[in-house]
């Protein structure tokens, strides 16, 4: 039978995370636009390109030197890709293919002078935009405020821990400290999957010379997690669709690693060590397989285009898209496979030292 305290401390996780998952999301939604239309505000250039037309060019100037130009895309159909062009009076600056919707930097150091940009799209195309701006905008990121907030919480009930310390009701004890190490774990998780996630587009940009550290920001303090390009020989589309899907790619095959060190006989005497070891352990193996194992299905259904779309990509480009959707198929169902054994030791690990601790303290 399972206790009171523990349907009562498994509901408000449960509740915490779909409160948590549903305010990043409702927050992620206006993101794209809220910096899209900071763009615009200060934009030195916006160009549409029709529905059907190959390509559309217009001309701009820059008054002042610049590091580089920041520039908006977006595109009517969002499995589509668009093209972009920049050159000046000494001919070509800078260049980006097979970019979906998205905001990035292209150039250095620009001169005053006067600019033409085109944009391009593959035949049939439904057409997009670009803005291009002197200025990176300035505005306040959905993750921003979803990642303070949560420190902030963080940070309240490690207060609310020290204040409860000595107070006599064990249960506040006991649940402040079980709070307190709930947000702890999470921090920890976010932060481990953030630094695969941002590392594996790093590591495809770094083996195509296009990795920029200064423009990296793998938490997101300055706006968003993100790993920063630079300028330098350019991209094929294959090349850029690698360094797309190596985001979700890389975390994914960390678990799988971590999983078989989780399983095997030094993994486990890791774990009985102590049910704080076995919790976190267990938790990080989770947590890099978990959104390939939740996403998974709605990804191969066409329900969701995940980062890369890899299976739009192959489609395109006329490759084995039975071959690609077998691939995530195994990827999916391994990390489905790796959450059914690893889920009920961080439920073991959270009840061992939570809710049998609370036991032993009210007994005593």
């Known amino acids: 039978m399972i206790s009171n305290n523990a349907r009562v401390v498994s509901l408000a996780i449960a509740v915490g995370v779909m409160i948590g998952a549903l305010t990043f999301w409702l ?19 916006e160009l549409q390109l029709p529905e059907g037309i190959p390509s559309a060019s217009a001309t701009f100037t820059n008054t002042r030197p610049i590091e580089l130009f920041h520039v908006g895309l977006t595109t009517k159909a969002n499995r589509e890709a668009l093209s972009i062009f920049i050159s000046g009076d000494q001919g070509f600056v800078a260049s980006a293919s097979g970019m979906k919707a998205s905001m990035f930097g292209l150039g250095r150091r620009i001169q005053p002078g006067t600019y033409t940009v085109t944009l391009r799209q593959e035949i049939r195309g439904k057409g997009g935009m670009a803005v291009i701006s002197a200025e990176e905008p300035v505005y306040v990121t959905g993750w921003q405020i979803w ?23 064990s249960k506040k004890r006991e649940l402040s400290i079980a709070a307190f190490q709930s947000l ?15 590392g594996g587009h790093a590591l495809a940009q770094i083996k195509f010379g296009h990795f920029d550290i200064a423009r990296s920001d793998f938490w997101g303090i300055h706006g968003h997690p993100h790993s920063g390009g630079t300028m330098g020989p350019e991209l094929e589309p294959w090349q850029q669709e690698v360094i797309s899907c190596a ?15 989780w399983g095997l006989p030094i993994g486990r005497k890791l774990r009985s060590l102590r049910p704080m070891v076995n ?9 890099l397989v978990f959104p390939e194992a939740v996403c998974g299905p709605a990804y191969l259904l066409g329900f969701i285009t995940a980062e890369g779309d890899l299976i739009g990509y192959v489609t395109r480009t006329g490759g084995p898209v039975w071959l690609v959707k ?7 169902l391994i990390s489905a496979a790796v959450l059914w054994q690893v889920i009920p030791e961080i439920r073991k690990a959270w009840k061992t030292r939570f809710l049998h601790s609370r036991k032993l303290v009210c007994i005593s």
């Open 27 to 45: 927050l992620g939604q206006r993101n794209d636009a809220r910096k899209f239309n900071a763009l615009k505000a200060n934009a030195l250039c």
């Open 247 to 261: 985001g979700p790619m890389v975390p994914t095959f960390a678990g799988f690693g971590l999983f078989l060190l």
């Open 184 to 198: 702890l774990l999470g921090l920890v998780l976010i932060f481990v999957y953030l630094l695969f996630h941002e």
């Open 279 to 287: 919790l976190y352990f267990s938790a990080i193996v989770s947590i």
């Open 326 to 332: 077998g691939f995530l198929s195994s990827t999916f």
């Open 147 to 169: 990642s303070r907030t949560y420190v902030g919480f963080l940070a309240l009930s490690g207060i609310c821990v020290v204040a409860l310390r000595k107070a006599k009701d």
